[in-house]
């Protein structure tokens, strides 16, 4: 499957942003997705991750109650809405699929077989 993130760009804090993971090359429904972010000088983390069918989803600690995931099977998407957002919330943000059929939620980078190439978002003070 092949991933490419798009909808990053520059906003003050407070704003709200929609980041959007197109897929291609396979059966989206039969992946787990997932958004990671790394800042600069730091590792990569994990932010938010979804189940195949788009019914479950979990959160890392610091986007937790102000980030949702969705998945639309149908438009071979994955989206992350971003609410509220925070000078450290500035990263690149990457999408990433499972690999096809396990079922779940990943939360590591391990758990990931695919990755797109990223998007900036950057928020200012």
């Known amino acids: 499957v092949q991933l490419q993130a798009s909808g990053g760009g520059l906003v003050q804090a407070g704003d709200s942003l929609r980041l959007s993971c197109s897929a291609s090359g396979s059966t989206f429904s039969n992946y787990g997705m997932g958004w990671f972010r790394q800042a600069p000088g730091k590792e990569r983390e994990f932010a938010a991750g979804?189940?195949?069918?788009?019914?479950?989803?979990y959160y890392g600690d610091s986007v937790k109650g102000r980030f949702t995931i969705s998945k639309d099977n149908a438009k071979n998407a994955m989206y992350l809405t971003m609410n509220s957002l925070k000078p450290e919330d500035t990263a690149v943000y990457y999408c990433?699929?499972?690999?096809?059929?396990?079922?779940?939620?990943?939360?590591?980078?391990?758990?990931?077989?695919?990755w797109g190439q990223g998007t900036q978002v950057t928020v200012s003070s």
């Open positions: 979804i189940n195949m069918s788009g019914d479950s989803t």
């Open positions: 990433a699929a499972r690999r096809a059929g396990l079922a779940g939620i990943g939360r590591t980078r391990a758990a990931y077989s695919y």
